[in-house]
């Protein structure tokens, strides 16, 4: 994905204020790749009792999204888990 | 009613000492009674960028361990009656001061000064919690690049849980060539990143790489740093200035009008 990025020419600055927001975010929240890791291996493994998921394609990142609230922008955990087949279809 | 400010950053090498000498001359220009202290114990570098390293006899860690007055250590800059500097020491380490005596020095200068400025050194150790230990507000350093940023970020939430509320900001080293052209985060990208008042911006000058050189502070000279410099110390006091405009391209025409304004 960051080579697609790298390709699509974005400007540099803006590029840099991207990768600051994030990288604030998990700064922010305290949270360090390592952590980040064992949340999406936790995930899957509770996704996995219920449906067949497609572990290579799953991607969580912390973003942000407009809340409800009046308080702006809020961090969000964002996870895209592709579902490949629902299990025990109540056989 | 004197002003405790920390001059800090977090990554080393954006230009707090730098910017530490030109308010602390600028406030001194404007008539205040200013004390800058260099709070680097180890690495003291605000003596050389006011080209008064030749006459240090005491130190900060010299006053803390009693070995002399206040007083003897104060160096007094001669181009400006109101201006003082207070060295830091070369061959010890921060360990060596505490920040419950940098309350108590700074509680005795405040009787004296109209500005205390703390030249804060890099890091968020020992060093960073003496230099923030008494300060009332904060002006924080960066440069338009990620890593300055991100370290200001974090140096805003310490400063945060350390009771220090009154936090501007500084944006250092401007290229406004490279933010037309998209290669660099303009000065609203970082305001709205850190979400911090902002205090001014200097562009990057090759006056001040020459204005260290020499040992004089260029603040309110007529490079475009000079005045942004200027401008901050304003704005520090308290007054209204507007956004000095940092484009470089300009004809000779708007040149000739800016020096009649």
């Known amino acids: ?91 | 009613m004197s002003e405790v400010i920390v001059i800090t950053s977090g990554k080393g090498g954006v230009g707090k000492t730098t910017t530490t000498a030109n308010l602390g001359t600028g406030l001194a220009k404007l008539d205040k009674k200013v004390v800058m202290i260099d709070t680097d114990i180890g690495l003291r570098n605000l003596d050389v960028v006011m080209g008064l390293e030749n006459r240090i006899v005491y130190n900060l860690v010299d006053v803390v361990e009693g070995n002399c007055r206040i007083k003897q250590a104060l160096i007094k800059d001669k181009r400006y009656p109101n201006l003082f500097l207070l060295p830091s020491a070369q061959t010890r380490d921060k360990t060596s001061v505490s920040p419950e005596q940098m309350v108590k020095l700074i509680d005795e200068l405040r009787e004296e000064f109209d500005y205390i400025l703390l030249d804060c050194p890099a890091g968020i150790e020992q060093g960073f919690k003496n230099a923030i230990a008494a300060a009332d507000r904060a002006l924080i350093v960066t440069t338009p690049e990620v890593s300055p940023v991100r370290d200001a970020d974090r140096i805003i939430g310490l400063l945060e849980a350390n009771e220090i509320h009154k936090i501007d900001l500084i944006v250092n080293r401007l290229r406004m060539d490279m933010v037309k052209r998209g290669d660099m985060m303009s000065i609203e990208d970082v305001v709205e990143i850190l979400a911090i008042d902002l205090i001014g911006a200097v562009p990057d000058d090759d006056s001040i790489v020459i204005s260290t050189n020499q040992g004089e502070p260029l603040v309110g000279d007529d490079s475009l740093a000079g005045q942004a410099y200027m401008n901050i110390c304003r704005r520090v006091m308290g007054e209204k200035v507007e956004m000095l405009d940092l484009d470089v391209k300009e004809g000779f025409f708007k040149k000739l009008s800016k020096l009649f304004k």
Do not use: W
């Open chain 1, 1 to 91: 994905m960051a080579l697609l990025d790298f390709f699509k020419k974005k400007s540099s600055g803006s590029l840099a204020k991207d990768r600051l927001k994030l990288v604030l975010i998990s700064d922010r929240a305290n949270c360090s790749p390592e952590i980040m890791e064992s949340i999406k291996n936790d995930i899957i493994k509770v996704i996995s009792k219920y449906m067949e998921i497609d572990c290579e394609g799953l991607d969580i990142q912390i973003t942000q999204t407009e809340s409800d609230g009046a308080n702006g922008s809020v961090p969000a955990l964002c996870a895209n888990i592709p579902i490949l087949d629902m299990k025990h279809k109540k056989n």
